[in-house]
């Protein structure tokens, strides 16, 4: 069984997309709704509030676990993989979202694009990562992406409130207009140069993916961080077989730290299929 965490609904995102690509996997799923959102949260908090998830799961029978949140794997994940799992779970995993994102944006495609010098070459110089105010503080997206293309020009912007409304399952006019309001405020700080690419670069940012692309220039390409690390941890998988051993079952049950019968409705509109939590 693998574990996936987010602080809410985000990973649901992702979880879809792993149990798409991993359909005999059991997974257990961990939202720690009542401490969400981690965005605003200082790393001190996100670190040991993620210590404590991933610690959760581990004890239910997950001896490989997912931040599938990218304020967490960017704040906690290093710390965690560092200090914390020799000492307290030394044959145990821990992996994150933003790792397996940066190696697909910066990976073989653009890098085949940059020896041919296609048109499509100028068009991956300029990416904007939309992401909480916590993961663009720590500034791990544009570090990552640096280590492996320096020539990548990286702009982050923090859509600070989103994933509040997101949360409290803001309708669908609401949350266009702050995805608005976000898109405009860069596009003019960018003053004319449109981005060639956009990553959401929060898991519960791809919920409201359409609005997004309809509030973005045409023609721009938005990277899908799902797709992208549920082919990583496939693969990931595949070269450590011991870490878990498929039951083809496809079995998925959901936690949480919040209220499960208020979270269960929304939860499984997002996740496209019914998510029955259960209060951890
Ligand atoms: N969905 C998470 C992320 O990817 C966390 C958002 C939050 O709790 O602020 O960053």
């Known amino acids: 069984m693998i574990g996936v965490f987010d ?23 961990f939202g720690d709704h009542a401490n969400a959102p981690y965005g605003d949260r200082t790393p001190a908090e996100v670190i040991a509030l993620t210590r404590d998830a991933v610690a959760a799961l581990f004890a239910r029978g997950c001896r490989l676990v997912l931040l599938a949140c990218n304020t967490a794997a960017a704040v906690a994940l290093r710390t965690l993989q560092q200090d914390w799992l020799p000492m307290h779970a030394p044959d145990h995993r821990i992996l ?27 068009a991956t110089r300029r990416l904007i990562v939309f992401a909480t105010r916590r993961t ?17 020009n990286v702009i982050q912007h923090a859509c600070t409130g ?21 898109v405009s405020t860069l596009m003019s700080e960018l003053n004319g140069h449109e981005p060639d690419a956009v990553m959401l670069g929060c ?11 309809d509030a973005l220039p045409q023609g721009i390409e938005v990277v899908s961080q799902p797709d992208l690390v549920a082919a990583s941890l496939s693969d990931y998988l595949r070269r450590r077989p011991d870490i878990d ?3 083809k079952r496809g079995k998925v049950s959901f936690l949480t730290s919040g209220d499960a019968e208020e979270i269960t409705p929304l939860a499984s509109t997002f996740f496209g299929r019914d998510a029955a939590f259960q209060k951890i």
Do not use: C
Request: proline share 8%; aromatic share 6%.
């Open 162 to 182: 989103l994933v509040q409304l997101i949360e409290a399952g803001a309708s669908r006019a609401v949350l266009r207009e702050a995805v608005r309001g976000h």
């Open 245 to 247: 051993v498929p039951r």
């Open 7 to 29: 602080s809410g609904h985000g990973g649901l995102t992702i979880l879809r997309a792993l149990t798409e690509r991993l359909p005999d996997r059991d997974f257990l799923y």
């Open 136 to 152: 663009v503080a720590s500034n791990a997206y544009p570090e990552e992406i640096h280590k492996r293309a320096p020539e990548i």
């Open 96 to 122: 994150g979202v933003l790792v397996p994102t940066v190696e697909g944006v910066t990976g073989e495609p653009w890098r085949m694009e940059d020896r041919t010098q296609t048109p499509r070459e100028q």
């Open 203 to 213: 898991t519960h940012y791809p919920l409201v993916a359409d609005m997004f692309v």
